[in-house]
């Protein structure tokens, strides 16, 4: 039996069963940014036992207005590897795994497995995210995505649903596309903004299939227009992310 005295005030909030299955559970993370960081945070805050991360990214300046692992003290850095640093000091008895890759059709066979309980999606390039949420129906694996946070600022427009009940997203339609191409139209736990995202001066249109897709400078993917962000919408989509995976352990 594990120590939960960490975790007394969520034992007294969700009971001692919930925070048991939740130190079973084996989560696996794609994407690490805005919205990763936020949701992989709360997985360890609270008391997962094993976290998958997958991300190949390094901290940029340009993240630090809203990623939680990006800091002055940490441009340059592996953002997987900040990460785990990170989580195994809220929750050393984590078991963190980290994958640094970029996610691909060619990728997942090695990133995916049955074993694990819920795959999280906060990846922003539309091919790899559409592969992973493919791949992951494929393996019968429980998946909770994030759409698109960006350009939206009004917290009280977020909301969760199926991927077949999304709409307003830009990103969320093509994805839907996507998948429908592939023959996967519903079973995927989504939180999306039902607000318009506000575009940046320099862009002309709202986002397309090719604008979605992005390396942030790495040589993967294609370039898309930035669209401006700010702290607290990714964040907030992060955090509801882990909530699903949550109230999916322990229901």
């Known amino acids: 039996m594990r120590d939960l005295t960490q975790?007394?005030?969520?034992?007294?909030l969700m009971g001692k069963d919930a925070v048991e299955r939740l130190g079973q559970a084996r989560i696996a993370v794609f994407g690490l940014g805005a919205v990763g960081s936020f949701a992989t945070e709360a997985l360890a805050r609270?008391?997962?036992?094993?976290?998958?991360?997958?991300d190949f990214d390094r901290v940029d300046i340009t993240n630090i207005n809203r990623q939680l692992f990006a800091l002055h003290s940490t441009l340059g850095q592996k953002k997987a590897e900040i990460a785990r640093s990170r989580i195994l000091d809220i929750?050393?008895?984590?078991?963190?795994?980290?994958?640094?890759?970029?996610?691909?059709?060619?990728?997942?066979?090695?990133?995916?497995?049955?074993?694990?309980?819920?795959?999280?999606?906060?990846i922003d390039g539309l091919n790899s995210k559409v592969n992973l949420l493919v791949a992951a129906r494929q393996m019968d694996l429980t998946v909770v995505s994030s759409m698109g946070?960006?350009?939206?600022?009004?917290?009280?427009?977020?909301r969760t649903g199926d991927i077949a009940d999304t709409s307003v997203c830009p990103l969320a339609r093509v994805v839907r596309r996507r998948l429908h191409r592939r023959g996967v139209f519903t079973g995927i736990r989504c939180v999306y903004s039902l607000e318009h995202p506000v575009l940046s001066p320099d862009a002309h249109a709202l986002p397309d299939e090719g604008a979605l897709d992005s390396g942030n400078g790495t040589g993967h993917g294609r370039k898309r227009t930035?669209?401006?962000?700010?702290?607290?919408?990714?964040g907030i989509f992060g955090l509801t992310l882990a909530a699903e995976a949550v109230h999916i352990i322990t229901r």
Do not use: K
């Open 7 to 12: 975790f007394d005030r969520t034992v007294r």
């Open 46 to 54: 609270a008391g997962v036992g094993y976290l998958r991360l997958v």
């Open 91 to 122: 929750h050393p008895a984590c078991h963190v795994e980290i994958r640094d890759t970029f996610i691909n059709a060619d990728s997942l066979a090695d990133l995916l497995s049955p074993d694990l309980d819920v795959v999280v999606d906060a």
């Open 149 to 158: 946070a960006g350009g939206r600022m009004d917290v009280s427009r977020i």
């Open 226 to 234: 930035t669209i401006g962000t700010v702290p607290w919408t990714p």
